[in-house]
């Protein structure tokens, strides 16, 4: 079953960065980024663009920053209907467990 992690980001690139490593080295098989980033500057944008060219990433620049929820809820709109989970992650979450997305899932999927 695939699944979709949602990345909002702004001007943290150094930890966004991490979070993004840490998804793509989850054991999980079928995982879809959504990176979007809220108003950046160039300096902090460009890093995080190409990385997510470089790694089958989805990066969407947002022209405005209307905050966390503002910035979420227009990925959220992009993706919920399209997988049975979508993971809202803070960008400077650190994965210490490569298994964790598949330990969550049997969890969803088994209660």
């Known amino acids: 079953m695939k699944i979709c992690y949602l990345v909002l980001v702004y001007n943290n690139v150094i930890d966004t960065?991490?979070?993004?490593?840490?998804?793509?080295?989850?054991?999980?098989?079928?995982?879809?980024?959504?990176?979007?980033?809220?108003?950046?500057?160039?300096?902090?944008?460009?890093?995080?663009?190409?990385f997510s060219e470089n790694h089958n990433i989805t990066y969407i620049y947002r022209n405005e920053n209307d905050g966390y929820a503002g910035g979420n809820n227009f990925g959220w709109n992009m993706v919920y209907d399209k997988f049975k989970y979508v993971f809202v992650v803070n960008n400077d979450i650190i994965f210490n467990d490569n298994g964790l997305t598949r330990k969550i899932v049997e969890v969803f999927e088994n209660n």
């Open 17 to 50: 960065l991490e979070t993004l490593e840490g998804i793509l080295n989850q054991d999980y098989p079928d995982i879809e980024v959504l990176v979007v980033d809220n108003n950046s500057s160039l300096e902090n944008s460009t890093p995080v663009k190409i």
